[in-house]
């Protein structure tokens, strides 16, 4: 008898913006595999299970990619009901396609629950649509894990940086002064505007705006932090200092 893996989006951050077949399949959930970004779903995960934080593993270290896979192909091939809880939407970014590889090649069942990625809703939820009639037809979601000024990286910013639409960057706080100047060496428009969401959905949530040629000098003096999503384009100009999500308990 094996069991089964649920590959599930916990969303943006917020207990009340998962989906209902996410709670379904955590309240069934034997062993959950969790990682920080999970944010306050994980004070309602079920005490029943047999929780494991993928980020402070046995109060020590990160589990390892492996380590984590290991985990989930154990657990599954002992007949247990996993769930592998990851933030916002779990084949964006995160991993969550060489877990699918990983659990494909061993033969175990996968059911995936799709999730609200923090790409458009921490955008969103600032009063930030990605993509308007008027000015952004095309969305880009980029990491910015790489940092764009060394060499092998594998985005493409000179072809980000030609074209029309919105860029939403995420992992990318860390690398901000060299995005920005890679997309400036490419010719994109200095004026461009630029919004950074800290912490969306929280109540921590801090928004810091400017140009693309301003940037980075604003969001050094109020240290801008992650996590963060990062907003390039037109649709920023549509921000007007509102939280679009209704307030957080
Ligand atoms: N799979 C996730 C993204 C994983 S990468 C999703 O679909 O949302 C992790 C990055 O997501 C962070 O570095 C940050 O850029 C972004 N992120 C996730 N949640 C966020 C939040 N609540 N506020 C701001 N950024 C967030």
């Known amino acids: 008898m094996t069991g089964k893996v649920y590959l599930v989006g916990a969303g943006p951050g917020r207990a009340d913006l998962i989906t209902i077949r ?9 062993v959950i595999l969790y990682d920080q970004l999970a944010g306050e779903i994980v004070k309602t995960l079920p005490a029943s299970a047999e929780l494991i934080d993928c980020g402070k593993y ?38 969550g396609g060489e877990e699918l590889e990983a659990l494909r090649s061993e033969g175990i069942d996968v059911e995936l629950v799709p999730g609200v990625t923090s790409a458009i809703a921490v955008p969103g ?7 308007h009639r008027d000015c952004a037809s ?27 639409g919105t860029i939403v960057i995420l992992m990318g706080v860390g690398n901000l002064s060299s995005i920005v100047d890679s997309l400036l060496k490419w010719g994109k428009d200095p004026q461009t505007p630029v919004a950074i969401i800290e912490r969306g959905l929280t109540e921590k949530q801090r928004v810091t705006t400017g140009a693309l040629s301003t940037i980075v000098e604003i969001a050094d003096l109020t240290g801008v932090r992650p996590p963060a999503v990062i907003v390039i384009g037109s649709v920023v100009r549509l921000y007007r200092g509102e939280m679009l999500c209704g307030a957080t308990r």
């Open 22 to 30: 996410a709670r379904q399949v955590i309240d069934r959930g034997e």
């Open 58 to 95: 046995a109060g020590r270290h990160t589990l390892k990619q492996e380590e984590i896979e290991k985990i989930m192909i154990t657990r599954a091939k002992e007949g247990r009901i996993v769930v592998r809880l990851k933030g916002g939407d779990p084949f964006l970014f995160g991993r």
């Open 125 to 131: 939820c600032a009063g930030i649509p990605v993509t």
């Open 138 to 164: 095309l969305l880009a979601i980029v990491t910015g894990h790489e940092d764009p000024l060394k060499e092998g990286g594998s985005v493409r910013w000179d072809l980000l940086a030609g074209m029309e």
